[in-house]
């Protein structure tokens, strides 16, 4: 099946700090990537949609100046969580969907961010 | 925005049979069915989907009623690893994946 892939697994960082975490399709090119973070014991929530090219779209109430996404090419979308504050501590996943596909989405393993 | 319903945990016995059910009486004609599982702290893990038909592979069976407003998913042999949260979700292809709270499926020895 299709494989995408984050980095870093986890990060540690001190507040007011930006972090990038990074997301690659590894063998389809993925034309629409979806950014989730969930908080322990909570469901995964959508916080932005990006496609290949374009700005992102933010779910309501997510930050677009906060958490800054890029989707500069076909097999890699980044987030970076600019300033980061102990709230942003939660688990970042992303996921991909490519061309010709029946619409399934293909997730990454996930990152954890914790903010000191 | 999750458009589905489902119960927020069950148990299985090992080597039995688990049916998760999953309701979506809002589902539109052109909506499929996905169902996918997270184990603790990874990504979510695609499972099947389906669009009216019922749909089988290695993993699972998917049920879907003739009216497409409510599906069950079987795992046919349960084992311990199956242990997870799996989630129904029902949206176009191509669109945004709204998650709801899942099943949280315990597995017993």
């Known amino acids: 099946g299709a494989v995408v892939s984050q980095h870093p697994s986890w990060v540690i960082c001190k507040s007011g700090t930006s972090v990038k975490i990074e997301c690659r399709s590894l063998?389809?090119?993925?034309?629409?990537m979806f950014w989730y973070r969930q908080f322990p014991k909570q469901s995964l929530m959508l916080m932005a949609t990006?496609?290949?090219?374009?700005?992102?779209?933010?779910e309501q109430g997510v930050e677009k100046d906060k958490f800054l996404i890029n989707h500069a090419s076909l097999t890699l979308s980044t987030l970076t969580v600019t300033s980061a504050h102990p709230e942003d501590s939660s688990f970042y996943i992303c996921?991909?969907?490519?061309?010709?596909?029946?619409?399934?989405?293909?997730f990454g393993e996930g990152s954890r961010l914790t903010v000191l | 925005d999750a458009k589905t319903t489902q119960p927020p945990s069950m148990d299985c016995a090992e080597g039995r049979a688990a049916n998760l059910p999953c309701n979506h009486s809002?589902?539109?004609?052109?909506?499929?069915v996905y169902w996918y599982r997270q184990i603790h702290s990874q990504g979510p893990q695609y499972i099947i989907h389906?669009?009216?038909n019922n749909e089988t592979n290695e993993m699972a069976s998917l049920i879907i009623t003739e009216d497409r407003k409510s599906s069950t998913l079987i795992l046919p042999h349960a084992t311990l690893r199956d242990t997870a949260v799996y989630y129904c979700?029902?949206?176009?292809?191509?669109?945004?994946?709204?998650f709801g709270t899942g099943t949280s499926l315990t597995v017993i020895p």
């Open positions: 996921s991909a969907s490519g061309r010709g596909t029946t619409g399934e989405l293909f």
């Open positions: 063998d389809f090119q993925a034309t629409t």
């Open positions: 809002t589902i539109s004609g052109n909506e499929y």
């Open positions: 990006s496609n290949e090219g374009s700005k992102a779209t933010y």
């Open positions: 979700i029902v949206t176009l292809p191509g669109n945004q994946f709204y």
């Open positions: 389906g669009l009216k």
